[in-house]
């Protein structure tokens, strides 16, 4: 799922995986780094479902129109091709600063109701300083035992800390700077801690409390979920252990995206040489839909605001449909990251492309309801949303975050059926006669049917996270049972079998409505079916549905086009270019770059391609180019992981094509060459690399493990150094430079390197294990044993490790 | 004069006074304050008033405002008043008519304060309505019969005694209730111009037995008298008929040119429009409710509500705007009241007396308690306020807002000269607690949100210019009873969807999205019934549709909606898929 998609972008720098780009010196070639699984873990905040793929592409300001990387990847004539249209920048303006913004406070002298209401609010509540009003978390000085080590939650004066300690390894105490959710969420509230770490990132610390259960609990890696901390429970079998993942968005780190806090800003001070964090609250303040508020303040007090036709705000009642979720999808929705540097108030669609994960790890059923994550934008699946008008803020008021019909009156719960009757009046007066439940039973609500709360799979069931559905689905308890989610009949009935409780949803409504056909169609395809039939069946955009047609282009693209293909039936090229022309920028980004992987050596298509570019609006420019190259690497993901780097390549080539100079896809380029083994072309662009992007410190580390392939050990060294200069603070610059240090047999040297690249990165897991050979080089045999022994915590399978292990202790069994 | 022209004088003086007075009633205490107006400037051809004599309510008796008005005093004398159209063939001169109604001017000078009202018809329509006003010759039967009268030729072309027929006018006492050029006493008619207005062989018919034509009317008999029975004429003199060719002839001896003038100018414009019928005409005559006032060709009380209630004009405008309105009365519902009649408020050319009085009846003083407190909108608030009606509200389905919209019911853009805010706020929150039985649907919204519209919709802005939508153009809708699952759709689905549903209704050319056609069993067949109720009850926007389909749910109850829903499916003559259906 989305977990492992996040794992794949690893691969490659400058995403969050760089650990696996890192090369190691003969001496430990065989030792790869540790990948460190790292599930969602935003959910654990409690608040919302958001999921976190990021995928940075270069800043706008260095695409210039060098064309070094321009050349087409195809091998057929060019005679008749026309060259793409060159991108001319990115026009899309954008002048807000964090410092546009003013604080709820500020708002609250003008708009005291709102205020007032918001105040109380699940987003005016939804984080904050740590205090005793706001902690719902016992922080009573018990310690809860791990297999391995004890937490203790405590209060020492007016800190709240967790002391942590590990066996044999010296103790920590982590005070907690930041508070995430307050345990609102009906289905399950839970609340979660935030750490400032001294590279200047807060980050989250991995021991939620939720509510309900009145427990202490970790999200584990282990395929269990949620689960409370028990003796039975190794500390390293949590996702988030030890601390990694950071407050806001930064292109390097793993981290939360802007979501949880108000305009957080992480930034890399090169002066402090440190992480720059900041943010206006942990609330989600009132700029965060309404936009910054600098302009508008600055008209309020120059007393011309009556006057003034734009008074620094939008009206958002007057919103269309798609603008008004905009709003909540900045937050409440799966996105993948296309530029960073998003605050409230800028295009989202130059930042995000809101649909692209479904082209990853679909985080979607065909119907929409969720296989994990992101509860609220499967609304886009709903008849409701496609067939009718409905927003969030036509249920939700989006200032008490209290509950209204459509025409704004208040209703007093979640589970008021005004909700639907405001619009379904024909359910009003026959509400028996439809429910088949008496009135006022829990069965005669609306939301009990309809839009059950369910458990999130990847949670587990030890403890509930159950978020209500949103696709807002008729019960259908055979289906369901097919995709796996429980149905909203056994909310209640649990003691009946799906086989009884669908022969009387029969028995009730006869003849159950028929998914739509995108739907359907989805459900229809599998992977044995040969391409033209499946290109009948996914390749129809003809009714407007958006997630489903991203849905099926992005099941079709994934199994049946591959690099360079030597023909494509012209039914299929059609399907195609009917999504090209979809108003919705991810689909028609997909279906343009399908068409280029596939048939670009077709002289046809890439007129076509070029024609479209060209006809491309100047705004949608800069958009549709940074998704096009952003889709191209989960094109080729499956031959990256075959180890069938040069039709990577193709795809990458291509993309230089559409966006020349882009820094991921050099990035990627370098990634493959270096992996095919092919070094001065992996040279060549991580040079590029550090060219586009000087102050990027892994692209240096990048080249230095380049250089070192191609054994220029000075290069080496001189980039790894530069790496240090701008950061101190990366774990794998430290790694690389103990590897240096271990090659000369500067023992002493490459300790200390280790050393402080464990103590950056704690999972860094191969560290450890150079670090035990470094020692036993070194002759400190005592110390190797022990950090071997922390190594394989983090990596209790590798090998060598475990022979390291064994060889030490039989050494000092024999020394006995 | 001798003594017996001196008492029909007379007699005829107080079947005058019992006429003007008879229907009336006891004279209202009430007593208005009149302000003063300055009457230098009074062109118009009406009635002066004579101060004191008549009150606000007793002049809209008078000019019969509840021919179409609710919450006015019943005027039952006005059918007496107003002339028979039965045979309007027989006696207009069509030329004259199609002029006449363009621009009515007095003719008779017995009627009180009634008068012929100006409907602002355009040249079209007014050709209409005289091709089929010209169509109706039925003369009251039974008729009598006639001595041989003169041919309607000899007396056009003048083939008579023209000076004895001016002289025997005299002599048959004409000028005692008549003028003719100056001469007499105005009481009736002038004769003046009546060789335009009238056809000759009904001005001797009528001249030969006025009784039969008008009942007891004022015009005695001078030629003839009825026997016992009234089926034969009875010479009063020898050779009567003589007498009567004479007077005749000599009437159609004067205006001759302007006659013809006419005539020619009524050919040439019939000519260049010969796709105008009568049919049309009868339209015109429906839709402005002449029946109301004339016997005719359709029967009175034909109960259409026609125009809105004045009980609650003091509520509802503005004083300043109404005694502007009945000065010179403007287009306020571009296609008459609902739904869609094509009704239009004439012009009674009132004095600016007349309009005192009634403005000051209607519309009492202010009040100085305004329970709506209005507020000046920011630029921001405004266009807010322009985007939720254009783009969230149904309201501009039937209200044009900047020229632009439906056009069922009057114009946003008079909003701020027209009404008062209150009226404003409580027609949007309390739409059938205000009036009951109006189409305009009920829309609830948060306060805050009305608030906001109702400050837009007073604040004053530059107004597009209006004008009524053309009978000749479009076919008026004729409602008759609402109760039935038909007259339901008639009433509030029809305007856009069309009479048989299929989306051509008068006003679905002023929508951005054409209407749903009901009567597409292919489309149809696909929305299940309970769709249908839902789009009915929360509107067009709600489906994702047009946000000009206003939500019925809470005007219409469910007994209503579902009728609405099986009336759809006699339309499509279709069902709902059948997975709609439960077991």
């Known amino acids: 799922m989305a977990k492992k998609n996040k794992k794949n972008k690893k691969q490659v720098p400058p995403s969050k995986g760089k650990k696996k780009v890192v090369k190691t010196t003969e001496a430990i070639k065989q030792e790869k780094p540790q990948q460190k699984k790292r599930s969602p873990k935003v959910i654990a905040f409690g608040v919302l479902g958001l999921l976190v793929i990021l995928f940075f592409l270069s800043q706008t300001a260095w695409f210039k129109n060098l064309n070094l990387f321009s050349g ?43 205020y007032d209401l918001w105040k109380k609010s699940t987003h005016g509540q939804a984080g904050g300083s740590p205090s005793p009003d706001f902690i719902i978390g016992e922080f009573d000085g018990r310690g809860r035992p791990f297999a391995d080590a004890i937490v203790t939650p405590q209060r020492v004066g007016n800190q709240f800390q967790f002391r942590f300690e590990p066996e044999d390894l010296p103790a920590q105490t982590f005070k907690v700077d930041a508070v995430v959710g307050k345990g609102h969420m009906i289905g399950g509230g839970t609340q979660t801690y935030f750490s400032r770490f001294p590279d200047g990132t807060v980050r989250f610390l991995p021991f939620d409390y939720i509510r309900d259960e009145k427990v202490w609990f970790g999200e584990t890696d282990k395929g269990k979920g949620w689960i409370p901390i028990t003796e039975d429970l190794p500390i390293n079998d949590l996702s988030e252990w030890p601390p990694s993942r950071i407050l806001g968005a930064h292109l390097s780190l793993d981290n ?16 402090q040489k440190k992480f720059d964090t900041k943010y206006k609250t942990l609330a989600i303040n009132c700029e965060s839909c309404h936009g910054p508020g600098k302009k508008h303040v600055e008209l309020a007090l120059s007393g011309n605001i009556d006057t003034a036709q734009d008074i620094g705000m939008l009206a958002l009642a007057t919103l269309s449909k798609d603008e008004s979720l905009e709003v909540c999808f900045r937050c409440h929705a799966l996105k993948d990251a296309l530029d960073p540097g998003y605050l409230q108030g800028k295009d989202i669609e130059n930042h995000y492309g809101m649909k692209l994960p479904i082209l990853g790890e679909n985080p979607y059923h065909p119907d929409g309801r969720i296989r994990a994550f992101g509860y609220q934008q499967n609304h886009l699946f709903s008849d409701c949303y496609v ?105 209640c009935h649990q003691d009946k079998s799906v086989e009884w409780l669908q022969a009387k949803t029969v028995e009730w409504y006869g003849e159950l409505k028929p998914h739509k056909e995108i739907v359907a169609n989805l459900s229809k395809t599998d992977a044995d079916m040969d391409r033209k039939s499946a290109g009948t069946l996914l390749l129809n955009g003809s009714t407007v549905h958006y997630v489903g047609h991203m849905a099926s282009l992005s099941k079709f693209v994934k199994n049946y086009i591959s690099p360079d293909m030597a023909s494509l039936e012209p039914e299929i090229v059609d399907g195609i270019k009917k999504f090209v022309e979809s108003p919705d920028l991810d689909i028609k980004s997909l279906a343009l770059a399908s068409l280029h992987l596939a048939q670009d050596n077709n002289p046809a298509i890439h007129n076509y391609l070029a024609q479209q570019l060209e006809n491309l609006k100047p705004e949608d420019q800069a958009k549709v180019r940074k998704r096009w190259v952003m889709i191209m690497p989960y094109l080729v993901k499956k031959y990256e992981d075959k180890g069938e780097f040069q039709k990577a390549i193709i795809a990458y080539k291509r993309a230089l094509e559409v966006l020349p100079n882009n820094f991921t896809t050099i990035t990627h380029l370098g990634y493959c060459y270096q992996q095919m083994g092919n070094s001065s072309e992996a040279i060549r662009y991580y040079k590029k690399a550090t060219q586009i992007a000087p102050n990027d410190d892994m692209s240096w580390v990048n080249l230095g493990n380049a250089q070192q392939n191609a054994n220029d050990v000075k290069g080496a060294i001189t980039a790894y150094l530069k790496a240090e200069e701008i950061n101190p603070w990366n774990a794998i610059t430290h790694f690389n430079l103990g590897n240096y240090h271990y090659r000369l047999e500067d023992m002493p040297n490459a300790i200390q390197r280790y050393t402080k690249a464990i103590e950056i990165d704690p999972s860094l897991s191969q560290a450890y294990f150079n670090l035990c050979r470094s020692y036993i080089k070194n002759k400190q045999f005592r110390e190797a044993l022990t950090i071997v022994k922390a190594g394989l915590r983090f990596d209790p399978i590798n090998e060598t490790g475990l022979q390291m292990r064994q060889d030490l202790e039989e050494a000092f069994e024999r020394v006995r | 004069m001798n003594w017996k022209s001196t008492l029909l004088l007379l007699a005829i003086i107080s079947a005058f006074l019992l006429v003007m007075l008879g229907f009336q009633g006891k004279k209202e205490q009430e007593q208005q304050d009149r302000p003063e107006q300055s009457s230098s400037n009074i062109s118009k051809d009406v009635p002066s008033l004579i101060r004191g004599e008549i009150t606000g309510q007793k002049l809209m008796v008078e000019l019969a405002c509840n021919a179409c008005h609710s919450g006015v005093s019943d005027s039952l004398i006005i059918s007496n008043r ?100 100056g001469t007499g006493n105005l009481l009736i008619t002038d004769l003046s111009n009546s060789s335009q207005r009238l056809k000759a062989d009904w001005m001797q018919k009528y001249m030969a037995a006025p009784s039969y034509f008008t009942g007891n009317n004022l015009m005695p008999h001078l030629f003839y008298r009825f026997n016992a029975d009234r089926t034969l004429l009875l010479p009063l003199f020898q050779n009567p008929e003589e007498d009567i060719k004479d007077i005749a002839a000599y009437l159609f001896s004067l205006n001759k040119k302007e006659k013809s003038d006419q005539e020619a100018r009524y050919e040439a414009f019939k000519k260049k429009n010969k796709d105008i019928s009568a049919e049309m005409g009868e339209k015109i005559y429906l839709a402005q409710n002449c029946s109301a006032c004339h016997n005719g060709p359709v029967p009175n009380n034909l109960n259409i509500e026609k125009a809105p209630d004045l009980a609650l004009e003091g509520q509802r405008v503005q004083k300043e705007w109404l005694s502007q309105y009945l000065n010179k009365p403007t287009m306020v519902r571009p296609f008459g009241f609902h739904p869609g009649s094509g009704s239009r408020m004439p012009d009674f050319r009132l004095t600016p007396e007349e309009i005192a009085l009634i403005s000051n009846y209607l519309n009492p003083e202010e009040s100085a308690e305004n329970k709506f407190a209005s507020k000046k909108l920011s630029a ?102 609402f109760s039935d699952n038909k007259g339901l759709y008639l009433k509030y689905c029809a305007s856009c969807h069309g009479l048989e549903g299929n989306g051509d209704g008068y006003n679905a050319i002023n929508l951005p999205l054409p209407p749903t056609v009901h009567a597409n069993s292919e489309y149809m067949t696909l929305r299940t019934d309970a769709t249908l109720y839902d789009g009915i009850y929360a509107g067009g926007y709600m489906l994702n549709k047009s946000n000009r389909m206003p939500a019925y749910g809470y005007t219409l109850d469910n007994e209503q909606i579902k009728s609405l829903v099986s009336y759809l499916r006699e339309l499509c003559e279709c069902e709902g898929p059948s997975w709609s259906f439960d077991n």
């Open chain 1, 72 to 114: 087409s990847g195809s091998n057929t004539s060019a005679a008749v091709r026309q060259a793409f249209p060159q991108f001319s920048g990115n026009i899309n303006k954008e002048e807000i600063e964090f410092n546009d913004f003013v604080g709820s406070e500020t708002c609250q002298s003008c708009h005291a109701k709102e």
């Open chain 2, 82 to 181: 107003a002339p028979s159209l039965n045979y309007a063939g027989e006696r207009y001169n069509q030329a004259y008519l199609f002029e006449w109604l363009q621009s009515p001017k007095r003719v008779r000078y017995h009627i009180g304060h009634s008068r012929m009202p100006d409907f602002q018809l355009s040249e079209e329509e007014s050709l209409a309505l005289t091709l089929y006003l010209s169509q109706q010759k039925n003369l009251p039967q039974p008729a009598p019969k006639y001595p041989k009268l003169s041919s309607e030729n000899n007396i056009i072309r003048g083939r008579a005694n023209l000076d004895r027929g001016k002289s025997l006018m005299d002599k048959h006492t004409c000028f005692t209730c008549h003028t003719l050029n």
């Open chain 1, 256 to 271: 939360c995206q802007e979501c949880h806090g108000s305009q957080i800003q992480v930034k890399f001070d090169p002066e």
């Open chain 2, 380 to 481: 921001f608030s405004s266009s807010k306020a322009e985007k939720l009606l254009n783009e969230k509200l149904p309201c501009t389905g039937c209200h044009q807002l900047n020229g632009e919209g439906g056009k069922i019911g009057p114009s946003f853009d008079q909003i701020p000269n027209r009404l008062k805010a209150d009226y404003v706020y409580n027609i949007i929150k309390n739409t059938h607690t205000l009036i009951p039985k109006t189409m305009m649907p009920r829309i609830p919204m948060p306060e805050q949100q009305l608030e906001l519209i109702v400050n837009y919709l007073i604040q004053d802005k530059p107004r597009s210019p209006q004008s009524y939508t053309s009978l000749i153009n479009q076919e008026p809708y004729f409602f008759g009873n």
């Open chain 1, 387 to 491: 067939n009718g008008s409905m927003t969030c803020v036509d249920c939700h008021d989006p200032h008490s975050q209290g509950y209204r019909d459509i025409t704004g009156k208040a209703l007093a719960s979640p589970f008021d059926d005004g909700q639907c009757t405001g619009c379904h009046g024909s359910k009003i007066n026959e509400l028996e006669l439809h429910t088949h439940h008496k009135i006022g039973s829990p069965g005669s609500q609306c939301v009990s049917c309809h839009m059950p709360y369910l458990q999130h799979q990847a949670m587990g069931d030890e403890l509930r996270f159950a978020r209500s559905d949103h696709t807002i689905p008729i019960p259908r308890p055979s289906f369901d049972e097919e995709i796996g989610i429980q149905n909203a009949c056994s909310q």
